[in-house]
């Protein structure tokens, strides 16, 4: 993950802080490799992967399909789970007022622990340390946005992925005569972009026609936006939406076609880890996501944390 991208989420993120607690009282940035990021390919396998809105006027992400039901293992065989999870994160993983674990990530994990019945306990460390707790058998799991990449999985083993990091285009609300983002659609618009980024070789690769404007960070692209420097900003649509729905954007601007999840660029989506050949608890937790999906828990607890979906 650029790490660019993973400050500026994180600053946002604690920006929505205050506003997601809320929400919860009323009522889970990205994918976080330890690795270095992968070389971005010059060129994409198939064309960009876009996902397909569930219906209604928001969209949630759902990677489960009905027809592909997990089957259920031997839960009497697991006597309680112990999370690992990061200390500072929000809204994925923080601390509450009272100092309990919290956020999007924590509540999916007790929500897990209610599904198969069992006794949970989460442990927040730092970002850095968690791997190697998992493998020192200090925990059973790890909940923290950690990002699926090869290198990864020659550590540590995954469940199913339970969400993704989209691409979105942004757009200022005045912007007239852009009803469908294409390639050609765009042709000689002028598009922000975070330099060195994923985001910018994807453009590169995939919309050749627009007039790209690489900025050094996500603040200095966002503000080009708003100034209307740009037509469009291109980026992690986790971290712009959490823009769109906090009081930076003003709400000058609005999310534009996609999502785009093309795993080459933008990754394999973020699932729970475990120990290598821990089999029995990688199935559980399979097992209960599509439940959860399948019950609507998924959903409820994704519009709880983010009300402006990146998808």
Known sequence: MNCLFSHGLRALGAAMLAAVMAATAAA???PRPLDPPMPVPAEPAVPPAVAK?????????????PR??????????INIIRFLTETDYPPFNYAGPDGTP????VELARSICHEINVACTIQMRRFDTLVDALTANQGDAVIASLAETPDMRKRVDF???YYRTPARFVARRDLAGLKTITPSALEGRKVGVVAG???????KNLFTEVELHPYPTPEA???????GEVDLLFGDGISLSFWLNGTDSAGCCEFRGGPYLESRYFGEGVGIAVRKGNDLLRRAFNWALFRLWENGRFTDLWLRYFPISPF
């Open 102 to 105: 919290t956020g999007f990530n």
């Open 28 to 30: 889970q940035p990205p």
């Open 197 to 203: 980024t994923a985001h910018e070789a994807f453009l």
């Open 159 to 161: 469940s199913n992925p």
């Open 53 to 65: 809105p569930l219906g209604g006027a928001m969209a949630v992400p759902g990677f489960w399909d």
């Open 221 to 227: 692209a966002r503000a080009a936006l708003k100034k």
């Open 68 to 77: 592909h039901r997990p089957e259920r293992p031997n839960l009497s065989r």
